[in-house]
């Protein structure tokens, strides 16, 4: 049962803050382009790469710590779901280039953030 918790309390957290950074990119950058997801993405990324790595090579937190940041936290910040919703949308409003840029520049950024996280963590701590 404490792993159920770990994930749910791990979950609320990055459900909102999501929620923070996606109300916070549409205030500050308008309505026209999902930025607010795409941040979301990319610093999700980001975020799995460094925690992956320092798990790797420096910290062995406890199983129910691992899954609140990981399955948890990450798992309800990054999102992919909306992503896919993202791209339905700019489709369906005929905005074919915006959305495949949208796919293109979320994927390669997404990606790439992974391995700058994995590669920052390994010049700390290493």
């Given at each position: ?40 993405n ?21 199983p ?26 700019q ?16 994927v390669?950024?997404s990606?790439?953030?992974?391995f ?11």
């Amino acid at each position: 049962m404490n792993m159920y918790l770990s994930v749910a309390l791990g979950g609320a957290i990055g459900a909102c803050a999501r929620y923070g950074v996606a109300h916070f990119a549409l205030r500050l950058l308008g309505p026209g382009y999902p930025y607010g997801t795409l941040i979301v993405n990319v610093a999700g990324s980001l975020l799995m790469g460094l925690l992956i790595e320092v798990l790797a090579l420096r910290w062995s937190p406890s199983p129910e710590l691992r899954v609140l940041l990981v399955t948890g936290f990450l798992g309800a910040f990054t999102t992919f779901s909306t992503f896919s919703l993202d791209v339905a949308v700019q489709i369906q409003k005929g905005a074919f280039i915006a959305a495949g840029g949208y796919i293109l520049v979320s994927v390669a950024l997404s990606i790439f953030g992974l391995f700058a996280g994995l590669y920052i963590m390994r010049m700390i701590l290493t």
